[in-house]
């Protein structure tokens, strides 16, 4: 045991065993494995690693996927909120104003809702490619 750590403190078990290693590259080669890197989101390490190892690599279709996700929650929140607001809403008494305020809600909601199904409709086209929109009868 290292002597400045304590007993409590240092678990050999918990000690990980890695290893750098060094290679040469060209500058072509160095900006492709950057470029890939890049394209992948993932550090250079992480793209080799993954590559030796033969594992999966993000595609592009899991990016928009994700990107989809992160927008649908959005407006998720934006639904939230506008239900909120139109639930204070029907505690009101019912004045011209507030009927306005109705109104501005309704349209906000139907927007939020056109917004929900063109990123639902972004994700499938993205996740699905080839598949063509089924007419609705």
């Known amino acids: ?36 890197a890049h394209q992948m989101r993932l550090s250079r390490s992480e793209l080799l690693k993954r590559l030796l190892m033969n594992t999966k690599l993000p595609s592009a279709s899991d990016f928009a996927a994700w990107q989809g996700i992160r927008d649908l929650l959005k407006v998720n929140a934006d639904q939230a909120r506008l239900g909120n607001l139109f639930k204070l809403a029907l505690d009101e008494p019912l004045s011209a104003d507030l009927f306005k305020k109705f109104d501005g809600l309704v349209r906000d909601i ?28």
Do not use: F
Request: hydrophobic content about 30%; aromatic content about 4%.
């Open 1 to 36: 045991m290292p002597p400045a750590l304590s007993s409590q403190c240092w678990n050999p078990a918990m000690a990980t065993e890695r290893h750098v290693i060094k290679t040469y590259l060209n500058d072509e080669e160095k900006t492709r494995i950057d470029q890939l």
């Open 110 to 137: 139907e927007t939020t809702q056109a917004e929900l199904k063109a990123a639902i409709g972004e994700i499938r086209d993205q996740l699905q490619p080839g598949k063509s929109k089924q007419p609705k009868s």
